[in-house]
């Protein structure tokens, strides 16, 4: 199947998922973040960037609870424009009370208003995707924001996956320009593609 039709197939069948198979499936998988261990997870002021779910993903709410209750900066992607890196500004807990996140012309929620980062100056980044192999390589919705951003940045944070169990293939046939994930987190596993990534048990 070619990567065309792939992301079709998987992206309809996400979107055929019902609200709380939806739910279960993330809160089934927050607990594989309790099991992954790395030193940019441990330092003080730990920036952690991710994206706030709007075409299917996996839902990202359980993901910004488990880092809010260890104290860890959220920040979101932000499109500025069409062939530009992505920049990050954070989310904190007055603007989710205040503000539903307004949607971009693309479809994906953003906040309007801060401070931007470049992705460099985050430690951590949770990556959406459609599809994934087992050796860690990406397939995205097509718009090469992720890689774009990632190919420009010097410093690359610690890149991970969240997604459903079938979202997870045998084999992509990736790009020279993908950019490749370090872990993938989904309902039933926590996959490592780097050996200095480690699993507590």
Do not use: C
Not at 34 to 59: S, W, Y
Not at 148 to 173: E, S
């Amino acid at each position: 199947m070619n990567a065309h039709h792939l992301r079709k197939q998987l992206r309809q069948q996400r979107l055929r998922l019902s609200k709380r198979h939806r739910n279960r499936a993330a809160y089934q998988a927050r607990r594989g973040l309790n099991r992954l261990q790395h030193p940019a997870l441990t330092g003080k002021n730990v920036k952690i960037g991710i994206f706030a779910d709007a075409f299917g993903e996996m839902p990202t709410q359980p993901l910004m609870d488990w880092a809010r209750q260890r104290g860890y900066r959220i920040y979101l992607p932000v499109v500025t424009g069409k062939h530009q890196p992505l920049v990050f500004i954070e989310f904190t807990q007055k603007t989710w009370r205040q503000s539903r996140l307004p949607k971009h012309p693309l479809g994906m929620r953003q906040p309007e208003k801060g401070k931007m980062l470049k992705v460099a100056a985050l430690d951590v980044l949770f990556m959406p995707l459609v599809a994934a192999d087992k050796i860690g390589n990406r397939m995205g919705m097509g718009g090469g924001y992720y890689d774009r951003t990632l190919a420009k940045a010097k410093n690359k944070p610690l890149k991970i996956g969240w997604a459903y169990d079938f979202q997870l293939v045998k084999k992509l046939n990736a790009n020279p320009w993908d950019i490749t994930l370090d872990a993938l987190i989904t309902p039933s596993k926590l996959w490592l593609f780097r050996r200095y990534l480690v699993s507590k048990e």
